[in-house]
């Protein structure tokens, strides 16, 4: 009887060299191919092209993905099986930097390791889908979609708060920060205003919220963008400030405890810390609020210094102090402090020997004027409805959600399709002009000055004379690495288009995504951008001509399963 042998490294080859010959796994372009037959839309999480080739993690996820590829191949389906990379980025910029070679040598480098390795495991993907972020024919239209934003007002320029790292003349993200110093080098961090594009994802944080329903994914992640959106219901409350003409406003989610409020807080950064500090507390003032600059938010603990105001809502007059535990960016920056039913409040109180007043009982409310023997509900309404009818104050909805920061300052990113006019004045590129391609530059870091790598560039590329003699600079921030992984599934479905970003027959085709795998570590990062740019540039950025989609299955989230 013949023995049989299985030898991988000649059987594994020579089936894989035949599939790819003759394109086993390729996915029909022609819409022909389309009529009468079921599709099966299988996206997997790109990889990040960062490191010298794939870990564990990656083929854990594919093979999972693959053998339901060849299940449904096999079952009749037009299986749309693709594979891409996320190739811009820091990692790739600083490994640039260390070897002084382009990042786009390090990018290619890597991703022909990546695509090797995964051929080599036998994945059945269609590679004559594959896409790179960084590929100028792909960021053109991750330019354009960033442009219809940019028309509709959903992206803007704002002077916000940095992680700034001078030793390395660039900002840094949250998560790279620790104890006030850069985690890979121990460089100290401090914390800046500086101007940056923001796209305004707030305006759709109640249908975020909504349509997490109608996403089949698992609860835990429907739960964690629940949770990051963080929709609370309540009232602001209007403070008159004594003897003087100044007020401010503060958001409460339990109107009913009002008549605890034993004191209020600033932010550091609130616009009245300034006109509310006397002099004889300015300069502890001033010492602390620039001790809290340099924190992240992470960091905001620590406590503040005192200041004398009125709370209008009971004619009390309770004093306003300045804490770093309050937030600039979430609410209005100002709080009512009720110690006796808040934990930070109470431990604030404790510390300084500020008065604690009960407004609860077991049950109904106590010490609370005209509330008292009311429960929690009701004291929330009969505390509203007073309040507006007074002129205090207004029943308001607020998110924990915040408007997106888009800027970064480094060199592999999106280029910015704008121009800034000497008056001021913002320009977008023509669309006929995009992709605005990387420009060369000698160092792959900011100039001496910490303006952006870009900054770097030849006259050539950075300044603009318009038809009308007006002249401009071209935006040097680039964009974050999440903006060409916000839409890449659209993409696969028309790959190399060279039109438009995908055609409106195959989005009507293959979508929605009928299966996705990916890490619950991106519930609130990379999965939530991508439903928020899916919304607005379907719905409301997109031109005329295309309305189409108003009606189409992308009209809606694609319906994505995540797993793991």
Known sequence: MQKHTYDPAAIESKWQNIWEERKAFRTPDDPKAWEGKPKYY??????????????????????????????????????????????????????????????????????????????????????????????????KWTQWIFLKLYEKGLAYLADVPVNWCPALGTVLSNEEVKDGKYVETGDPVERRLMRQWMLKITAYADRLLKDIEEVDWPEGIKEMQRNWIGKSEGVEVDFAIKDTDASFTVFTTRPDTLFGATYCVFAPEHPLVEQMTTDAQRSAV???????????????????????????????????????????????????????EDDRDW??????????????????SINSGFLNGLNIQDSKERMTEWLESKGKGKAQV????????????????????????????????????????????????????????????????????LPDGRKGVRETNTMPQWAGSCWYYLRYMDAHNATEAWSAEAEHYWMPVDLYVGGAEHAVLHLLYARFWHKCYMIVALSPQRSHFKNSSIRHDPRLFLSG
């Not at 993907?125 to 100028?136: A, G, L, N, V």
């Open 286 to 340: 001033q010492a602390y609020v620039d001790e809290a600059r340099n924190k992240t938010d992470l960091q905001r603990t620590d406590l503040a210094k005192e200041k004398t105001g009125v709370f209008t809502a009971n004619d009390k007059a309770v004093p306003i102090w300045v804490a770093d535990y309050v937030l600039m960016g979430y609410g209005t920056g100002a709080i009512m402090a009720v110690p006796a």
């Open 398 to 465: 607020q998110y924990r959600l915040r408007d997106w920061l888009f800027s970064r300052q480094r060199y592999w990113g999106e280029p910015f399709p704008t121009v800034q006019l000497e008056d001021g004045t913002i320009m977008s590129v023509p669309e006929s002009e995009l992709p605005v391609e990387l420009p060369p530059i000698d160092e792959y870091k900011p100039t001496p000055d910490g303006k952006p790598p870009l900054a770097r560039a030849s006259d050539d590329w950075l300044m603009i004379t």
């Open 42 to 139: 299988i996206l997997d999480m790109f990889p990040y092209t960062s490191g010298a080739g794939l870990h564990i993690g990656h083929p854990e996820g594919y093979t999972a993905t693959d053998v339901l590829a060849r299940m449904r191949r096999m079952q009749g389906y037009n299986v749309l099986h693709p594979m891409g990379w996320d190739s811009f980025g820091l990692t790739i910029e600083r490994t640039a930097e260390r070897e002084n070679i382009h990042p786009a040598i390090v990018t290619r480098r890597n991703i022909d390791k990546f695509r090797q390795q995964i051929k080599q495991i036998g994945f059945s993907y269609d590679w004559d889908r594959e896409i790179s972020t960084s590929s100028p024919d792909y960021y």
């Open 347 to 364: 431990e604030f109180a404790k510390t300084f020997d500020l008065p604690i007043v009960r407004t609860l009982g077991d049950g109904p």
